[in-house]
């Protein structure tokens, strides 16, 4: 069975990583809550990691 990990793929991407994080925690607390650029992050990573096992 293949395997990809998950951990591979952010740590490659380290930056944008760092950069979703801190957008999404600056207004976490706040009534408009922007959770956007953490979730575009995670759902461009899992795509990496499923290219990375289609190969």
Do not use: G
Request: hydrophobic letters at 35%; a positive charge.
């Amino acid at each position: 069975m293949p395997y990809s990990s998950l951990e591979s793929v952010i740590e490659q991407s380290k930056e944008a990583y760092s950069l979703a994080l801190r957008q999404t925690q600056e207004t976490i607390r706040t009534v408009a809550a922007n959770r956007q650029p953490w979730l575009e992050y995670f759902l461009r990573s899992l795509a990496e990691q499923a290219r990375r096992l289609e190969k």
